[in-house]
């Protein structure tokens, strides 16, 4: 068995064979593109970056991590050479328009090669994702000047484009920002505030940072109506040389994981002026950002994912090598030890990650490919695009996020005590995955906004349109005797998963909002179980349809196999647990409400 961090036969099975990219190519937006060949050429480049780029420089990095010295962040060497090859294959530009000199490619494929580095190197990947980001939204909300002025060198990896939301006092609760903005006659703003946990806020990759800012503008109305969205530059280009416009970098976090991803604290203002240009309108800051957050939720789903695929990997490898005890049924002493991946509780813990990785990432393009459909469809269809994208956005965030926590920690277990040495790469999986429910809105946030906006919003649409798919995909699972049973299963895990629903919604009926939301993380628990079963009988079908026509040109019979398999796994073990969560849903005790008599001591 060779060593590997994300499996490229999977990823074709679902971009090929279950979320079909190919559909994507008949809208204008994307036909300037090839076809699969040129979809495969793209990904394997990916690839080859990955390979000789990031994945030999994931110890590395950690081992030797970003750290704030003599007013400046140092970050690793490596990082230029990373930045560099990125650019030079235009993956900075991929999703920007042709218009705007990118490539205009589906987000799809573009995630497709993300997940590659960001399972490789999930530290590195992050300076290219949230460079990206920033880039979507001076494209998107931008003006000509604002395009002119910085798409160039973000697109050339010269320039990182950064998410300045955060404040000491405002994290989850954005409406709370002051960050200040005071207009000026000069078509600038004078920026004043403090940022914090500014992802490649500063490094040594790159001659300049372009922090896209959440501020309020000098009398702008309280909460979320009042804020504006600004770029603010270290340095503004001027005659060909760079300005010092005083954003002082005051430290980077060092952090448990993601040790060789910079997390900068930024002041504005407070050494000379600080100059902001406002993008879009004034007072819309919040919602461009809206706008950009399902992108950068699926973003941090993926990454999770990406993470759990890695440690999943390493632990597969492991298990395949490290001999230990024998046969459960054998005890002659004589015979040699078995390598620990025939004991069943190994490879329990193997099918369980096995379940969780690919399980996410299908669900991962389920939700791209109707966000590159909303993009390209008109009318009803856009809406039913837009509406499944939304309920499904915290979900794909959280699930992966939460799960993969799991499952990487099952990938320590399945390496023993080595597990838990500096020896073996699981160490750094277990620290760097713990970031991914937390960054881009905690889990608590996301199961507030299903619960509380998603299932609710257009009178229930979003939540009877993500059962309506889930329930076509149980009808078409019947067609296959061998599915039969498990179209059932989650057929009445749907039934139960509606009714927890109504249950919950007689409180939100009655206004009694905290009663409403007090268990939206079980929630969001519920949502995952369920989403991960729909999306697993969906592989099923793919693999059982081709093992049916004896079609294995695609992927080996083998391959196919093991995804009836770890379906089979998932409905036994995991699936279940939603009687469970439904039950404690349903129960009307009220523990966690806070009551007069203080029960936290
Ligand atoms: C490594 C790292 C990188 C980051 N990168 C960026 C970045 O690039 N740009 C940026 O702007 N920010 C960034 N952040 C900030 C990140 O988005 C916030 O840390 C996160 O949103 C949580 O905010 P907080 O830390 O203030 O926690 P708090 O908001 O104080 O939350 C603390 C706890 O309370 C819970 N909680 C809060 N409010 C509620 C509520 N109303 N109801 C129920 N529970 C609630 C939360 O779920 C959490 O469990 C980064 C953070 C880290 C650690």
Redesign the pocket.
């Known amino acids: 068995m060779t060593k590997q961090y994300i499996s490229m036969e999977n990823l074709r099975f679902l971009l090929y064979e279950v979320h079909t990219i190919q559909d994507l190519l008949t809208y204008k937006r994307f036909e300037h593109i090839g076809g699969i060949e040129e979809i495969n050429g793209l990904i394997h480049s990916a690839k080859a970056i990955a390979d000789k780029e990031l994945f030999p420089f994931f110890r590395a990095m950690d081992e030797n991590p970003v750290v704030y010295r003599d007013g400046k962040i140092r970050s690793h060497p490596q990082l230029k050479n990373v930045f560099k090859a990125v650019a030079d294959a235009g993956w900075f530009s991929s999703i920007s328009a042709l218009e705007h000199g990118g490539m205009q490619l589906p987000f799809m494929l573009y995630s497709a090669a993300h997940l590659i580095f960001e399972a490789a190197n999930s530290s590195a990947q992050g300076y290219v994702g ?1 460079s990206t980001g920033a880039l979507e939204l001076i494209e998107t909300f931008g003006s000509k000047e604002l395009h002119e002025a910085y798409l160039p060198n973000m697109f050339a990896g010269k320039w990182q484009g ?5 404040e000491p006092q ?4 954005l409406s709370d920002i002051t960050t200040s903005a005071t207009p000026t006659d000069s078509g600038y703003y004078e920026i004043v505030g403090q ?7 500063e490094h040594e990759a790159c001659e300049n940072f372009v922090h896209l800012t959440l501020a309020r503008i000098k009398g702008a109305p309280a909460g979320t109506k009042g804020i504006s969205l600004f770029v603010v530059p270290k340095f503004i280009q001027h005659s060909g040389e760079l300005l010092d416009n005083h954003v002082v970098c005051a430290g980077d ?1 060092q ?1 448990l994981g ?1 040790r060789g ?1 910079a ?1 900068a604290h930024l002041i504005f203002g407070e050494r000379g002026v600080t100059k902001g240009f406002l993008v879009g309108e004034a007072n819309k800051g919040l919602s461009y950002m809206f706008l950009m957050m399902n992108s950068a939720r699926i973003a941090v789903g993926q990454t999770a994912a990406a993470v759990a695929s890695a440690a999943y990997y390493a632990s597969l490898f492991y298990a395949n090598e490290r001999p230990q005890g024998r046969h459960i049924a054998d005890k002659d002493l004589s015979k040699e030890q078995i390598l620990i991946i025939n004991h069943a509780d190994v490879r329990r813990m193997l099918l369980m990650q096995k379940s969780f990785v690919e399980g996410s990432l299908s669900l991962v393009n389920e939700c791209l490919k109707y966000f590159d459909l909303e993009k390209v469809t008109t009318g009803e269809e856009k809406e039913k695009m837009y509406l499944l994208l939304e309920i499904l956005t915290p979900i794909v965030k959280t699930y992966p996020s939460e799960a993969g926590i799991v499952s990487v920690s099952n990938a320590l277990q399945v390496l023993g005590g080595y597990g838990f040495t500096m020896d073996f790469d699981l160490q750094q999986y277990y620290r760097d995955i713990r ?1 991914m429910s ?8 996301q199961a ?1 906004d299903l619960l509380g906006r998603k299932v609710p919003m257009q009178n229930g649409k979003a939540f009877q349109l993500l059962l309506a798919e889930m329930r076509q995909t149980v009808v078409t699972a019947t067609a296959y005797p061998e599915l039969i049973s498990y179209s059932e299963l989650l057929a009445s895990a749907i039934q139960l998963y509606e009714t927890t629903v109504h249950h919950l919604l007689q409180f939100a009926k009655k206004g009694e909002v905290e009663k409403y939301l007090a268990d939206a993380s079980l929630f969001m628990e519920l949502s995952g179980i369920v989403t991960m079963a729909w999306q697993w009988l969906k592989q099923a079908i793919v693999a059982q349809m081709a093992l049916h026509s004896g079609d294995t040109e695609k992927q080996s019979q083998a391959f196919y196999e093991s995804k009836i398999e770890t379906m089979r796994f998932f409905f036994k073990y995991e699936l279940p647990k939603n009687s469970a969560i439904s039950h404690t849903l349903m129960n009307l005790e009220m523990v966690t409400i806070k009551k007069e008599q203080e029960v936290l001591m």
């Open positions: 949230v950064t998410m300045a939301l955060t405002a994290g989850s609760s940022k914090i946990f500014i992802s490649g806020g976090f952090k993601q991803y997390t970031i937390i960054y881009e809105g905690t889990s608590g946030i507030l």
